[in-house]
């Protein structure tokens, strides 16, 4: 077991490097939001296992994130002190953003916060600093998760972004799952966007191929 989890280890961070290249282009929506295995493939591994290349569409920045329970019973990433992970996602200079998540702190003892970026490969630009504290519900199954969103508008074309843990020196951590991003306050659904994004971003309806009607997946509202 120990050999298995330390060849993920050394996998995951000789991977790094490919989703990044894979941001360019950056695609318009969070091509993986509920952190799920590729269509037909394997499942993801346990709980507690180290996130690496098994996970479609996320990479690993930072530390050493793990699987944990997300929502309704469904797999999450954990991100404990030093983690980070990232997802890409176009965000364009000079348009505002709404980002949504959810969370809960696995354990209630510690505080502090989690840290999202909107990121370039040189440049970050922060999104929004927040607690968990007092949002425990380790003991629940499925995790009864607390939305945490931010709105901000984007200083340069960023393609990534991102999910961390500061250093705090201590136990604190933070489960996240259903992640989403919608541009404010209208978001243009272009045919391949809605291809590429379904409804983790997009709740859209066609009665002909050149006629769409769409709407914000109310999880993000």
Same mark, same amino acid.
């Not at 050493?64 to 469904?74: D, F, H, K, L």
């Not at 201590?170 to 919608?182: E, F, K, L, T």
């Not at 997946?217 to 509202?221: E, G, S, V």
């Given at each position: 077991?120990?050999?298995?989890?330390?060849?993920?280890?050394?996998? =995951?961070?000789? @991977?790094?490097?490919?989703? &990044?290249?894979?941001?360019?282009?950056?695609?318009?929506?969070?091509?993986?939001? #509920?952190?799920?295995?590729? !269509?037909?493939?394997?499942?993801?591994?346990?709980?507690?296992?180290?996130?690496?290349?098994?996970?479609?569409?996320?990479?690993?920045?930072?530390?050493?994130?793990?699987?944990?329970?997300?929502?309704?019973?469904?797999?999450?990433?954990?991100l404990n002190n030093g983690d980070g992970?990232? !997802?890409?996602?176009? @965000?364009?200079?000079?348009?505002?953003?709404?980002?949504?998540?959810?969370?809960?702190?696995?354990?209630?003892?510690?505080?502090?916060?989690?840290?999202?970026?909107?990121?370039?490969?040189? =440049?970050?630009?922060?999104?929004?600093?927040?607690?968990?504290?007092?949002?425990?519900?380790?003991?629940?199954?499925?995790? &009864?998760?607390?939305?945490? =969103? !931010?709105?901000?508008?984007?200083?340069? &074309?960023?393609?990534?972004?991102? @999910?961390?843990?500061?250093?705090?020196?201590?136990?604190? !951590?933070?489960?996240?799952?259903?992640?989403?991003?919608?541009?404010?306050?209208?978001?243009?659904?272009?045919?391949? =966007?809605?291809?590429?994004? #379904?409804?983790?971003?997009?709740?859209?309806?066609?009665?002909?191929?050149?006629s769409y009607t769409w709407s914000p997946?109310?999880?993000?509202?």
């Open positions: 077991m120990k050999r298995k989890i330390l060849l993920m280890v050394v996998l =995951t961070i000789l @991977f790094r490097p490919l989703l &990044n290249g894979q941001c360019s282009p950056p695609p318009d929506c969070i091509t993986n939001s #509920g952190f799920n295995p590729s !269509a037909g493939g394997p499942p993801l591994p346990g709980y507690g296992m180290p996130i690496g290349i098994s996970l479609p569409d996320w990479a690993v920045f930072s530390g050493t994130p793990v699987y944990a329970e997300g929502n309704a019973g469904t797999h999450g990433a954990r992970i990232y !997802a890409c996602y176009n @965000f364009r200079s000079g348009l505002q953003y709404k980002v949504c998540f959810l969370g809960y702190n696995p354990d209630p003892s510690t505080n502090g916060s989690i840290v999202l970026e909107a990121y370039d490969g040189s =440049t970050a630009q922060q999104i929004a600093n927040i607690s968990f504290y007092n949002y425990n519900t380790s003991s629940t199954s499925p995790k &009864n998760m607390v939305s945490g =969103t !931010a709105t901000f508008t984007a200083t340069s &074309n960023f393609n990534q972004l991102r @999910f961390s843990i500061p250093n705090l020196g201590n136990s604190y !951590a933070v489960v996240i799952d259903d992640v989403g991003v919608i541009e404010v306050p209208v978001l243009t659904a272009t045919q391949s =966007t809605i291809n590429a994004c #379904g409804s983790a971003t997009l709740r859209a309806r066609s009665t002909n191929l050149l997946n109310a999880n993000l509202n």
